[in-house]
């Protein structure tokens, strides 16, 4: 019954490696987000997606880039990873219905050394 | 950003009921009221959802005041798997879910 899929539970990559965080939905959303969550921060939105190349930014997008080139994959890059982007990422989508709810992946949670 | 206001931590006692108070005075019209809940090292989950009246499902009930300016989630028998933390959180137009610290809720057994 996995609706949110997320390529990868635990991840460790180098500083200055190129990251991608993978995410697929089967529901035929229109809108996909991705999050980080932090400790004593909350989750805060990075960008999200309310259509195949069609990107938003969020509240905290330097340092990442978003591609959704197909409508259930919305994928999170990294362009050069660095210690301070060590945290939970989140990915979720919705219809573009305000009377739906979001369905959340569960969680990659990267490290950055 | 839609703003909503919760108390940092709750506690409850297993098999009692749980009301989670909610305050969103700067709500509009057409924003719902979503509930979303995160058990450790997992994402948040779906709660339920409304706009104007109360909301029943399986999970729980939503009380919405008639003003619309706040909402209580009510739990009716909280067990040690409702141990979690509860998001309250408006959708407003622009489709985004802005998500505040939420309420720590703890079950006592």
């Known amino acids: 019954d996995v609706k949110v899929t997320q390529s990868s539970r635990y991840l460790v990559k180098r500083t200055g490696e190129k990251v991608f965080l993978e995410c697929v939905q089967d529901?035929?959303?229109?809108?996909m987000f991705w999050y980080r969550q932090d400790p004593g921060l909350g989750l805060r939105l990075i960008y999200f997606?309310?259509?195949?190349?069609?990107?938003e930014k969020g509240d905290i997008p330097e340092g990442y880039s978003v591609s959704r080139e197909k409508k259930e994959r919305f994928s999170l890059i990294l362009e050069s990873a660095s210690t301070n982007q060590t945290s939970m990422y989140l990915c979720?989508?919705?219809?573009?219905?305000?009377?739906?709810?979001?369905?959340f992946g569960q969680g990659t949670r990267l490290t950055v050394v | 950003d839609a703003k909503t206001t919760q108390p940092n931590s709750m506690e409850s006692n297993e098999e009692e009921p749980v009301h989670l108070p909610c305050n969103h005075s700067t709500i509009s019209g057409t924003d719902y009221i979503h509930w979303y809940r995160q058990l450790p090292s997992q994402g948040p989950e779906y709660v339920i959802h409304g706009l104007t009246s109360n909301v029943n499902n399986r999970m729980a009930s939503l009380a919405i005041a008639e003003d619309r300016k706040s909402s209580t989630l009510i739990l009716h028998r909280a067990t040690l798997r409702d141990a979690a933390v509860y998001y309250c959180i408006l959708r407003v137009p622009g489709q985004n879910f802005v998500f505040g610290p939420g309420t720590r809720l703890s079950v006592l057994p």
């Open positions: 979720a989508s919705s219809l573009w219905n305000l009377n739906t709810e979001a369905f």
């Open positions: 529901m035929d959303h229109e809108n």
């Open positions: 997606s309310y259509d195949v190349k069609m990107k």
